[in-house]
């Protein structure tokens, strides 16, 4: 009996007692790679599934990975695509049984017109690190940036070249990666449009083009009257059915 006794005391608190178990995220952009440090980092919320706590959160940080292997090498079943440094966010957890965790990725964080939501649930069990590319949440869109006309500028016709107002965009992938003529990221493939509104009627739509600079499109839209105009910008990949969009609002006088 006492025997016994010594073996329940033994082995039954740590069969109870919690155990720190570890899981790292990572947000990985549609037909690009890891989103780290350089757009912000992805902030990643994990819950408890059940009652919605927040166990933990925090942004990813570090790189977007290594260009070759996650854009250009075949890969195999269990080829694990970040390699040292690539961005995450890693956290450890005490649970004392199986724990079904909510997980979100909101990327990229500081691009909040861009910014998309991913999640996913899984089962933590203790003591079961989920290390090496980790919890991986894709992140499709793009982040774009109209750069002219400037948000409620007030506009003359006698502005207007030929007519025309001249519309600028930066356009990257959700990682930061950049967007050329011809890259491996190709803007001359990728259809990127704006739907043109004057006092809330839709007048047409008109193509941007890639420029020579890196990820800046470009357009001429015919404006003929004055009013009250909004400018939506899409990016639209048909390879991938990748999209993105950002508005202005600007004024002809």
Request: negative net charge; charged residues 20%.
């Amino acid at each position: 009996m006492r025997n016994l006794i010594f073996i329940l005391l033994t082995f039954l608190p740590a069969g109870l007692a919690a155990q720190p178990t570890q899981i790292t995220v990572r947000a990985k952009a549609k037909d690009a790679k890891f989103i780290g440090t350089s757009v912000g980092g992805a902030m990643i919320v994990v819950r408890d599934a059940l009652t919605g706590e927040v166990l933990a959160q925090g942004r990813t940080e570090g790189s977007t990975g290594n260009t070759g292997l996650i854009m250009s090498t075949p890969h195999e079943r269990y080829t694990q695509l970040a390699t040292e440094g690539t961005a995450g966010f890693t956290t450890t957890l005490d649970i004392e049984e199986p724990r079904l965790l909510t997980i979100e990725a909101h990327a990229p964080y500081t691009s909040r017109q861009a910014r998309i939501l991913a999640s996913t649930q899984i089962w933590l069990i203790p003591g079961k690190d989920i290390s090496g590319d980790g919890v991986v949440l894709e992140i499709p869109g793009f982040i774009i940036d109209i750069l002219e006309p400037q948000t409620h500028r007030f506009m003359s016709r006698a502005e207007l070249q030929d007519g025309k107002a001249i519309v600028r965009a930066n356009i990257v992938m959700m990682c930061g990666c950049t967007i050329s003529d011809g890259g491996l990221w190709d803007g001359s493939r990728m259809e990127v449009e704006v739907i043109v509104k004057r006092n809330g009627k839709k007048p047409g739509v008109y193509p941007m083009q890639i420029t020579e600079t890196v990820n800046i499109f470009e357009g001429a839209i015919p404006i003929s009257e004055g009013g009250a105009y909004e400018f939506i910008v899409t990016a639209f990949d048909p390879r991938t059915g990748n999209t993105g969009v950002d508005k202005v609002n600007f004024v002809v006088e």
